[in-house]
């Protein structure tokens, strides 16, 4: 997508959007700002893919539906209905983010979307969704669990990205919702997610890698496989990488609050996120395994600054919380 006017006035729009749901002070203007950012994220779905319309088609169907459901547990809440109204907000939440139960249709329109707003849906999109959750303050276990078993075991016989960062996206779902507990360890997690997904986007997004064969059968570099390597293996959870940072300090807050069903569980899924993770970063580099991996004067800005940010971040914040 080429940087003109419209594209700027359209993410501006949906900048907007999310800031003034997230200052507003009443539920009319938070719909609002919800409503400004989805129809401003529409038009930059547009692409020229063949199945972009339809996409957007479905996205605009799915949030229109997900913001009346909204609307009726505001209303409930407002009349004083002897209802819980609280789940009905949370779960038009979880219908407007794609969390299990209702990821199906993040998958079917995944593909017709170009990588920076696949990120953009992934993270900037989920942000007000995420606050109305923390302020409702409900026992959402159940919804976790089903998040990180849907988003880890589903994630195995992917073979497009798109697909296996939608999957990804769906499980880190479920450590940013059990994380909502304490709300500097979800700030923390939301950034080195956003941080890392940018990085892993930016690099598939200069190869034009659609697909796990392309890794394969293109005659990518190895600066490029290199820097692939890292981000999947700190998307999965390597440590010292920076995504095993994120996994940590969630799980260190599981054990704190005594849930061993969802300490398990993360424990497990994140094995399973780390054997789709591994499974491709083994097939990119043994087909260039007789080649040194480490020639750092070789490689290029781009995968020395990925490296240097996925080794450091760790170091750096183990070390900011024994200073404080």
Same mark, same amino acid.
């Given at each position: 997508?080429?940087?003109?006017?419209?594209?700027?006035?359209?993410?501006?729009?949906?900048?907007?959007?999310?800031?003034?749901?997230?200052?507003? $002070?009443?539920?009319?203007?938070?719909?609002?700002?919800?409503?400004?950012?989805?129809?401003?994220?529409?038009?930059?779905?547009?692409?020229?893919?063949?199945?972009?319309?339809?996409?957007?088609?479905?996205?605009?169907?799915?949030?229109?539906?997900?913001?009346?459901?909204?609307?009726?547990?505001?209303?409930?809440?407002?009349?004083?209905?002897?209802? $819980?109204?609280?789940?009905?907000?949370v779960l038009s939440m979880c219908m407007k983010m794609g969390v299990a139960p209702f990821h199906s249709w993040v998958l079917s329109m995944i593909e017709g979307m170009n990588?920076?707003?696949?990120?953009?849906?992934?993270?900037?999109?989920?942000?007000?969704?995420?606050?109305?959750?923390? $302020?409702?303050?409900? $026992?959402?276990?159940?919804?976790?669990?089903?998040?990180?078993?849907?988003?880890?075991?589903?994630?195995? #016989?992917?073979?497009?990205?798109?697909?296996?960062?939608?999957?990804?996206?769906?499980?880190?779902?479920?450590?940013?919702?059990?994380?909502?507990?304490?709300?500097?360890?979800?700030?923390?997690?939301?950034?080195?997610?956003?941080?890392?997904?940018?990085?892993?986007?930016?690099?598939?997004?200069?190869?034009?890698?659609?697909?796990?064969?392309?890794?394969?059968?293109?005659?990518?570099?190895?600066?490029?496989?290199?820097?692939?390597?890292?981000?999947?293996?700190?998307?999965?959870?390597?440590?010292?990488?920076?995504?095993?940072?994120?996994?940590?300090?969630?799980?260190?807050?599981?054990? #704190?609050?005594?849930?061993?069903?969802?300490?398990?569980?993360?424990?497990?899924?994140?094995?399973?996120?780390?054997?789709?993770?591994?499974?491709?970063?083994?097939?990119?580099?043994?087909?260039s395994s007789l080649i040194t991996k480490w020639k750092i004067n070789n490689s290029s800005w781009l995968s020395i600054n990925i490296m240097i940010i996925n080794l450091s971040?760790?170091?750096?914040?183990?070390?900011?919380?024994?200073?404080?």
């Amino acid at each position: 997508m080429f940087l003109n006017s419209t594209v700027i006035l359209f993410y501006s729009n949906m900048l907007f959007g999310v800031i003034l749901s997230l200052s507003s $002070n009443n539920w009319v203007m938070l719909w609002v700002g919800l409503e400004i950012s989805m129809m401003s994220f529409i038009p930059l779905m547009t692409s020229n893919l063949m199945i972009s319309s339809e996409s957007a088609m479905k996205y605009f169907i799915i949030q229109s539906m997900s913001s009346s459901i909204f609307i009726l547990g505001v209303v409930f809440m407002l009349m004083g209905v002897n209802i $819980n109204y609280e789940m009905i907000i949370v779960l038009s939440m979880c219908m407007k983010m794609g969390v299990a139960p209702f990821h199906s249709w993040v998958l079917s329109m995944i593909e017709g979307m170009n990588y920076m707003m696949m990120f953009n849906m992934f993270t900037v999109m989920k942000i007000v969704p995420m606050m109305v959750m923390i $302020n409702m303050n409900l $026992n959402l276990n159940l919804i976790i669990m089903l998040t990180l078993i849907i988003g880890s075991v589903f994630g195995l #016989n992917q073979n497009s990205i798109r697909s296996l960062l939608a999957y990804s996206s769906i499980f880190n779902m479920g450590f940013m919702i059990y994380s909502m507990k304490n709300f500097s360890l979800w700030i923390m997690y939301f950034l080195l997610y956003s941080i890392n997904l940018f990085m892993l986007i930016k690099i598939l997004n200069l190869n034009n890698i659609n697909y796990l064969n392309q890794l394969i059968i293109n005659k990518v570099e190895l600066k490029s496989k290199l820097s692939v390597w890292i981000l999947m293996l700190s998307s999965g959870g390597m440590p010292p990488m920076m995504g095993f940072m994120g996994k940590l300090i969630v799980i260190e807050l599981s054990l #704190n609050f005594n849930d061993w069903v969802i300490t398990v569980i993360m424990v497990i899924t994140s094995l399973l996120t780390m054997f789709y993770y591994n499974r491709l970063c083994f097939t990119i580099m043994s087909i260039s395994s007789l080649i040194t991996k480490w020639k750092i004067n070789n490689s290029s800005w781009l995968s020395i600054n990925i490296m240097i940010i996925n080794l450091s971040t760790m170091p750096f914040i183990i070390l900011l919380k024994y200073l404080n």
